[in-house]
């Protein structure tokens, strides 16, 4: 019983909006923390790589994109099924709050990448399994926007992008185990696998700093979206009049 009221609870737009508030200096000043160690140590305290020489600490920016953009896009889906499911409006909120944030890390994941082929493999581009898939990752991204942008009504538009999100959400295994299904010129995975990273200390641990940063930092820009997200959906409700008038 306790737990369903905690998962009600969040359906309550002021209630949300009071959480998103309390967290997000706390989630502002341990991102600022775990980014700063995760670039120093990658980008000045870590060796150079023995094959890739100073061209691998692009890794400390494209892996976290990368990992975000996944991450974000889960979040959009399956906040996008709870408001189908139990027709909760901050949830549907989540999902229109994520989506933009999810697409900007595609993106940095996409440049990163190809700024990091280019010594590597020679080329900016090319087809590659996980390549491809990252990029018809961003076009769901871009895809989930413009349907919603495309609906006067905000019900509809709610609706007709989750089902798009739900649909588009088997990509995400894809991308995941692209470079395992197909023969990709991308690297396989060094950090997320079952065996033992093939990093040493000095590396992984910035890596792991920054992924943990970029992680905190999604979650910060999602709480900032969503207070703005929850006002334009609730601007006429009693409760928020104090807030704006403040404001």
């Known amino acids: 019983m306790a737990t369903w ?3 009600h609870r969040l359906a309550s737009p002021p209630h949300v909006y009071r959480i998103s508030g309390a ?3 706390w989630l502002a000043l341990f991102t600022a923390l775990f980014i700063g160690y995760g670039f120093y140590g990658g980008l000045v305290l870590a060796p150079p790589d023995y094959q890739q020489k100073d061209a691998f600490r692009i890794i400390y920016v494209h892996a976290p994109s990368a990992w975000l953009s996944m991450l974000a896009y889960v979040t959009v889906a399956v906040a996008a099924a709870v408001g189908l499911i139990w027709r909760m409006k901050v949830a549907h909120a989540v999902a229109a709050s994520a989506a933009p944030i999810g697409a900007s890390f595609t993106f940095l994941a996409l440049l990163t ?7 590597m493999w020679g080329t900016w581009w090319t087809w590659d399994a996980r390549l ?3 990029l018809i990752l961003l076009f769901l991204y871009l895809g989930y926007l413009a349907l919603r942008g495309a609906f006067d009504d905000r019900a509809r538009a709610d609706q007709a992008s989750a089902v798009l999100a739900i649909v588009g959400v088997v990509n995400i295994p894809i991308i995941h185990f692209s470079v395992v299904w197909w023969n990709s010129l991308h690297q396989g995975s060094t950090v997320m696998k079952l065996a033992r990273p ?3 200390g ?8 920054s992924l943990l940063g970029f992680t905190l930092l999604f979650a910060a820009l999602l709480c900032v979206r ?4 929850i006002i334009d959906r609730e601007r006429t409700a009693s409760w928020l009049r104090p807030i704006v008038g403040a404001a």
Do not use: V
């Open 5 to 7: 009221t905690w998962f």
């Open 23 to 25: 967290f997000l200096p």
């Open 113 to 119: 990448g190809s700024l990091w082929g280019k010594p």
């Open 132 to 134: 491809t898939s990252e």
């Open 198 to 200: 093939s990093m040493p």
């Open 202 to 209: 000095s590396m992984l641990w910035p890596l792991l700093s």
């Open 226 to 229: 969503l207070r703005a997200e």
